[in-house]
């Protein structure tokens, strides 16, 4: 599997995404500047690292989506290449309309730093594969623009067709209130495109892939999508 | 010429920032305050006196870069003529 790392102005996440990537996991990774291109088939994995591109100026992503880089994004989203946005490449994602809905201000306008339980809502995507569905894990959350929102008949589509992939819960796996750190609808913490291959969420997977680091939840994340693209290549050598 | 583009957020979208203003507005004594809505200005400097064709460029980049269309709605309004 060859994986691809963005770097844009202001990506402060790119580092650990490529360490976890290449040394964590021991995958072919390369870094990626935002001014340059490539060709659809370079990269399996093209990962859109947290950060503040551009300063969060105007809105968070709202620049960075008119990167070149996201030309070839898309295009490699189109023929099922999978893109991972975190944090501040899931705003990205969502400014470049590759997912639905918009990211605003944390409800309490504070900026977000800490560990969150989250519960896997759908396992049946290439990033989730390896999670138990309902099961409930610990990742890290660190922005101040993580509040999701969708209109009603949005919502409603991303519930009809299980894009809805993580929600933030408590520990026990309840959905509330209290367990929602930013005032994201329906407690959203990550969300995915109608085909399956885009994921957006706001916690840092790479930030909990070693047990050293306190979690290694966010681990299999990456070896859902390893083994995904096993898979796929195994199909594809039959064939 | 000189364009100003307000841009806020939609009904129905919460506005934590307005909000908040609110509240502070009410704690200092003005009760009358119902509602406060946070929003964003622009003014653009444009090398045209075309006020049609400018107005359409305007919305063009409304959409595109200055409002998030599913959050946000804007208004252009033309202010100064200069030549």
């Known amino acids: ?239 | 010429m000189k364009v100003k583009v307000e841009v806020f957020f939609k009904e129905g979208v919460l506005d934590p920032q307005g909000k908040t203003v609110k509240n502070a507005l009410q704690h200092l004594g003005y009760d009358e305050v119902d509602d406060v809505r946070v929003g964003k200005v622009f003014t653009l400097s444009l090398k045209t006196s075309d006020r049609e064709a400018a107005r359409k460029r305007v919305a063009q980049m409304c959409e595109k870069l200055l409002s998030n269309p599913v959050v946000e709605t804007y208004s252009i309004d033309t202010v100064e003529e200069t030549r």
């Open chain 1, 1 to 239: 599997m060859k994986c691809g790392v963005v770097t844009f102005p202001g990506s402060n996440c790119d580092q650990d995404c490529y360490h976890v990537l290449k040394s964590v996991m021991g995958q072919s990774t390369d870094m990626i500047f935002h001014k340059d291109t490539f060709f659809d088939d370079d990269f399996d994995l093209i990962v859109l690292p947290g950060g503040f591109s551009y300063g969060d100026y105007l809105r968070p992503g709202a620049i960075a989506r008119f990167s070149p880089v996201m030309k070839s994004v898309k295009k490699a989203a189109k023929i099922g290449k999978l893109v991972l946005g975190i944090c501040n490449g899931f705003q990205i994602l969502v400014e470049a309309n590759l997912l639905p809905g918009a990211l605003l201000k944390n409800i309490d306008l504070k900026f977000h730093c800490h560990d969150v339980y989250i519960k896997v809502m759908n396992n049946d995507s290439p990033f989730t594969a390896l999670y138990e569905k309902g099961e409930v894990v610990k990742m890290n959350i660190a922005h101040a623009d993580g509040n999701y929102y969708a209109d009603n008949e949005t919502l409603d589509e991303l519930e009809q067709n299980s894009q809805i992939v993580f929600c933030y819960c408590d520990e026990r796996g309840e959905i509330n209130e209290n367990s929602n750190p930013n005032g994201s609808v329906k407690n959203i913490a990550g969300i995915c495109n109608v085909e399956g291959n885009i994921l957006g969420l706001m916690p840092h997977p790479e930030r909990c892939s070693e047990e050293i680091l306190g979690s290694a939840d966010g681990k299999r994340i990456f070896e859902s999508i390893i083994t995904y693209f096993e898979r796929r290549y195994a199909c594809d050598s039959r064939n």
